[in-house]
Nanobody, 125 residues
Framework: QVQLVESGGGLVQAGGSLRLSCAAS????????MGWFRQAPGKEREFVAA????????YYSDSVKGRFTISRDNDRNTVYLQMNSLKPEDTAVYYC??????????????????WGQGTQVTVSS
């Protein structure tokens, strides 16, 4: 079992930055692939970024590549999402998720086993 709690969301102007954190509890965190997803009002939840269990591999959606950076600290049981050059279209609830299959970086909502409650990010124009 992995319990996930996101923090760090808020209101920021376009062009600004935010850093999201996801604190995990449970002894299997360090063996999980971790991902960030987001869901805007009226839209489906979409993949943002993923990181392998040891931090050696990352993968990003095209919409955030070059602006967002995912990282993790297994000693602190935490995964991060650094978001730079934010745009109004980045406005959404952001969720972190854990995938027990550490062999791949997957992008499907259905691939992930555990989810946090989400944190709101609002980017004003």
């Amino acid at each position: 079992q992995v319990q996930l709690v996101e923090s760090g969301g808020g209101l920021v102007q376009a062009g600004g930055s935010l850093r999201l954190s996801c604190a995990a509890s449970g002894r299997t965190f360090s063996s999980c692939t971790m991902g960030w997803f987001r869901q805007a009002p009226g839209k489906e939840r979409e993949f943002v970024a993923a990181i392998s269990w040891n931090g050696g591999r990352t993968y990003y959606s095209d919409s955030v590549k070059g602006r967002f950076t995912i990282s993790r600290d297994n000693d602190r049981n935490t995964v991060y999402l650094q978001m730079n050059s934010l745009k109004p279209e980045d406005t959404a609830v952001y969720y972190c998720a854990a995938d027990q299959d550490r062999s791949r970086l997957r992008v499907g909502v259905w691939d992930y086993d555990y989810w946090g409650q989400g944190t709101q990010v609002t980017v004003s124009s």
